[in-house]
């Protein structure tokens, strides 16, 4: 049979009557929803259910599927130790689900277990779906740091899984909206919050998953939401098929969002396959920008491609502009895919005869030798964009009064740690900010005697 039937929910643990002692009243309309969200579940009799969860164990370059025959789980930490869950796991469907993505070299798995115990993300839904429904077998998977387009992947292998299987499945992706959307809510407010709820539950209602993709990872991260990447794996798990979309409710009145939607399966639909259409038109975008680039991103590209497909490295080329062949500076490059850092390698102070060399070394310890990620493969050049920064000689400053995150990128030092953070980068919002992710990378402690040196740079696109 495959996947009946998917569902978007919230996990506050204040709406367990049990942990929100009276609370809870204040979401009357999320409980309702849930409540019914429950019911249709139970009509649909699914022999297993999929719970994509943003607390369960987590990893910034792998899928974690929770393992085993069974876990338990309490909302003790929440004070109602009495509220409790036994759930068996599908370990067919699991093996499945595995084999799968070993044969296409992906990163998800059963290893790199912390914690057993069932996570707030997964108990929520089965509270409200085990007061209705307990004739089914449980799968349990964690999210990633790794991009938007990596999760509607991996929903793609459990469809592949799903399909397979002759079960009926339902898929319960959990997820909170955004944590900014009331000054007097846990996390205070930001603008980004009430326009990434309004976004989504647009998007989500009308079953438009292709939209979810498209959203920017920065601007998720300032809304502080919880749920996109679990609501992303479930569009993939849905890949292909036309659904019939139903809108429940949206509330933020504790300052977190909680929506609530439904999708049913109608029949196969081959323009739904998301994932192409988004990786077709950003392969567009990324070649009409490649096509635009001025001669320092030009040379960073064909180091790339020259070393990636060839192993080649390339010399200057003597048409250049006279300043790149006769300067000397640090450069940075720094190359992302599908929005996400991939690569990211340069040089504080110069170490070449000139500028083009210096890119050109950077660019391709970049896009294969730096060691947060895997080399670049050819596979993934048409994703790819590429920027240049190009080092001004660093000042040493007296104060962090001196700097300005959009304008100037920190040096901080102690003996030979070094650590360095360029300026204008998304996220980095303050001088505190900037000087904490340089000392992190330098492994310097705020008890350490560093002293700080601030550069402007050049930045080429």
């Not at 085993?68 to 759930?87: E, I, T, Y």
């Not at 003996?415 to 953070?421: A, V």
Request: with cysteine.
């Amino acid at each position: 049979m495959g996947i009946v039937g998917a569902f978007i929910v919230p996990h506050p643990p204040m709406i367990v009557p049990q942990v929100g002692r009276g609370s809870e009243a204040q979401v009357e309309r999320t409980i309702r929803s849930y409540e019914a969200v429950a019911s249709e579940i139970s009509a649909l009799e699914p022999d297993t259910i999929i719970i994509s969860s943003p607390h369960s164990v987590m990893y910034g370059d792998y899928f974690h599927i929770s393992p085993g025959r069974r876990a338990r789980g309490s909302f003790a930490r929440f004070g109602a130790p009495d509220v409790s869950f036994d759930v068996e796991y599908d370990t067919e469907l699991v093996s499945e689900l595995i084999h799968i993505c070993g044969d296409e070299g992906f990163p998800a798995g059963t290893m790199g277990e912390r914690d057993p115990a069932l996570d707030h993300g997964t108990m929520v839904p089965l509270y409200f779906i085990t007061k209705k429904y307990n004739a089914f077998k449980a799968v349990r998977i964690g999210l990633s740091g790794m991009a938007l387009t990596e999760h509607y992947r991996l929903g793609q292998f459990i469809k592949q899984a799903a399909d397979r299987s002759g079960k009926r499945i339902a898929y319960v992706a959990s997820g909170d909206l955004s944590h900014k959307l009331q000054e007097y809510g846990p996390y205070g407010f930001a603008a980004e919050g009430p326009e990434y709820d309004k976004r989504v539950m647009d998007v989500c209602s009308r079953g438009a998953f292709g939209e979810l993709l498209e959203f920017d990872e920065g601007f998720c991260e300032r809304a502080a939401e919880c749920g996109h990447r679990s609501f992303v794996m479930m569009a993939g798990a849905l890949d292909g098929v036309s659904v019939k979309p139903r809108f429940y409710s949206h509330e933020d009145v504790t300052g977190v969002g909680y929506g609530i939607c439904s999708y049913y399966p109608m029949g196969a639909d081959e323009s739904r396959h998301f994932l192409d259409v988004f990786t077709e038109k950003m392969t567009e975008r990324y070649a009409e920008k490649r096509s635009a680039c001025d001669e320092y991103v030009r040379l960073a590209w064909e180091s790339v491609e020259s070393y990636v497909k060839n192993r080649a490295v390339i010399k200057p080329p003597k048409t250049l502009p006279e300043k790149m062949l006769k300067d000397r500076a640090g450069a940075f490059v720094s190359i992302h895919k599908n929005g996400q850092l991939r690569g990211c390698i340069g040089t504080i102070a110069p170490t070449k005869k000139c500028i083009a060399e210096e890119i050109i070394a950077n660019a391709i310890s970049a896009s294969t030798r730096d060691p947060r990620f895997d080399p670049i493969t050819e596979d993934e050049l048409d994703l790819l964009e590429i920027n240049v920064d190009i080092l001004g000689e660093p000042e040493e400053i007296d104060s962090p009064d001196k700097l300005d995150v959009k304008r100037y990128g920190v040096i901080v030092s102690c003996g030979f740690r070094r650590g360095l953070l360029l300026p204008d980068l998304d996220g980095v919002d303050t001088v505190s900010q900037q000087i904490s992710i340089a000392m992190q990378k330098g492994g310097i402690s705020p008890k350490d005697d560093y002293r700080l040196e601030r550069f402007e740079v050049v930045r080429h696109f």
